[in-house]
C-alpha cells in the first residue's frame, strides 16, 4: 500500500463547476501537506501549502487537511480549461527531505 | 534562466547504453533532488543533495544509478547498462531551503524511452 493514495479520474466538470480532489495518507508523522499541478509534459508545479491541519485558501484554491483521518482535499471554484491537469497531492516528514506523492488525479473542465 | 533547466528533454537508448541526465537548478537554490516518474504515477523520490553533498540516495532502484553535484550546482543523473524499467521521466528540484517543506520547483523532466 502507498502511503499517499489518489483517484486517478479522469475528473470530468463543465467549465464554472467546483472541482473537489481528495488524497488520504498512511503516515502519521507527515507534517506538510501540498498540492501540485502538472501540465501534460510538463514539471509539476507547487499550488498550494499547508502545515499541520487546517485551511488555507489561495484565489479560487482551498486546501484542507484533517490529520485526524489522514484526508486532504483541494477545491476549485469557478473552474476553467485551463484548470485541465493532472493535480498531485504530497506530503512529507518535519525535517524530512524526502516528498511523497500520490499517483496524481487528472482533471477535464469542459468548456 | 529564471526556472529548473533539464537536459536532454528526450533521450532514447538501447538497452545497455550508458546515459546521462543533466540538471541547472535555480541560482542559490542548496537543495536539489531527483524523482523519477513512470508513466500515469507520481514522481518517487530517488535523491537529495545539501550543496554538493549527497545526503540521501535511498531511493535509487540499483547501483546501476549513480547522481552528483560536485560543486553544489549543476547535478548529473547517471544510469549504466540501461534496462527497459527504467523508461520514466527523471524530474530534477531544486529548493532554496535547507530545511526541506515540501516546496520544490520542478524542471520540465527528461524523458527517457529504453529499446
Known amino acids: 500500500q502507498k502511503e499517499v493514495e489518489q483517484d486517478p479520474g479522469p475528473l470530468s466538470v463543465p467549465e464554472g463547476a467546483i472541482v473537489s480532489l481528495n488524497c488520504t495518507y498512511s503516515?502519521?508523522?507527515?507534517?506538510?501537506f501540498m498540492w501540485y499541478r502538472q501540465y501534460s509534459r510538463k514539471g509539476p508545479e507547487l499550488l498550494m501549502y499547508?502545515?499541520?491541519?487546517g485551511n488555507k485558501e489561495d484565489g479560487r484554491f482551498t486546501a484542507q487537511v484533517d490529520k485526524s483521518s489522514k484526508y486532504i482535499s483541494l477545491f476549485i471554484r469557478d473552474s476553467q480549461p485551463s484548470d485541465s491537469a493532472t493535480y498531485l497531492c504530497?506530503?512529507?516528514?518535519?525535517?524530512?527531505?524526502?516528498?511523497?506523492f500520490g499517483g496524481g488525479t487528472r482533471v477535464l473542465v469542459k468548456p | 534562466g529564471a526556472g529548473v533547466s533539464q537536459s536532454p528533454r528526450y533521450k532514447v537508448a538501447k538497452r545497455g547504453q550508458d546515459v546521462a541526465l543533466r540538471c541547472d537548478p535555480i541560482?542559490?537554490?542548496?537543495?536539489l533532488f531527483w524523482y523519477q516518474q513512470a508513466l500515469g504515477q507520481g514522481p518517487e523520490f530517488l535523491t537529495y543533495?545539501?550543496?554538493?553533498?549527497?545526503?540521501?540516495k535511498s531511493g535509487l532502484p540499483s547501483d546501476r544509478f549513480f547522481a552528483e553535484r560536485p560543486e553544489g550546482s549543476v547535478s548529473t543523473l547517471k544510469i549504466q547498462r540501461t534496462q527497459q524499467e527504467d523508461s520514466a521521466v527523471y524530474l530534477c528540484?531544486?529548493?532554496?531551503?535547507?530545511?526541506?517543506?515540501?516546496?520544490?520547483?520542478f524542471g520540465e523532466g527528461s524523458r527517457l524511452t529504453v529499446l
Open positions: 504530497a506530503s512529507i516528514k518535519a525535517a524530512g527531505n524526502k516528498l511523497t
Open positions: 541560482s542559490g537554490h542548496v537543495s
Open positions: 543533495f545539501q550543496n554538493e553533498a549527497q545526503l540521501d
Open positions: 528540484a531544486s529548493s532554496l531551503r535547507t530545511a526541506n517543506t515540501g516546496e520544490l520547483f
Open positions: 503516515n502519521s508523522a507527515f507534517q506538510y
Open positions: 499547508t502545515y499541520s491541519s
